[in-house]
């Protein structure tokens, strides 16, 4: 009687452990999209000439993505789509899915390097958006 108690709590505590730990990666990696969103709306200003060139917030910005794009693909256990924006693809096609973290990671650092003023910021930018865009049609809920 006394082992199937302790089993049953060693049994809760677990479960109680898998849950919180999905909660807590959902949490961390929302935080991770959110200071990009965040990061790069400036940038977008800058894009649209709202906003003077800030070469320092641009770069600034493209190496959060970079640093981002190379933790997220581990953010995304089995399991862990419960209260997200995750589309079952993302495990369905998860190689596809972190390829393009890949992707975002190498066109943030190409646009790092060659971005130095006005017109290379309206050449280069772009394509990091882009990538960022690829994964949310296939891979994000619409909202």
Do not use: Y
């Not at 399991?79 to 998860?94: F, H, I, K, Y």
């Not at 003023?117 to 296939?138: E, Y």
Request: some cysteine.
């Amino acid at each position: 009687m006394i082992r199937r108690l302790l089993l049953a709590a060693v049994l809760a505590a677990s479960t109680v452990s898998v849950v919180s730990a999905t909660s807590n990666v959902v949490e961390e990696r929302e935080g991770l999209f959110k200071a990009m969103g965040r990061e790069a709306r400036p940038v977008g200003a800058m894009l649209k000439g709202e906003a003077p060139l800030d070469l320092p917030k641009v770069q600034a910005t493209l190496d959060l993505i970079i640093k981002n794009a190379q933790a997220l693909p581990a953010m995304f256990p089995a399991g862990s789509q419960a209260d997200s924006d995750a589309l079952p693809t993302v495990w369905e096609r998860n190689d596809e899915f972190k390829a393009l973290f890949v992707k975002l990671g190498e066109e943030a650092a190409k646009a790092r390097v060659a971005i130095t003023d006005d017109a290379s910021l309206k050449a280069n930018f772009p394509s990091v958006i882009r990538a960022c865009g690829t994964c949310h049609q296939t891979f994000r809920k619409k909202s």
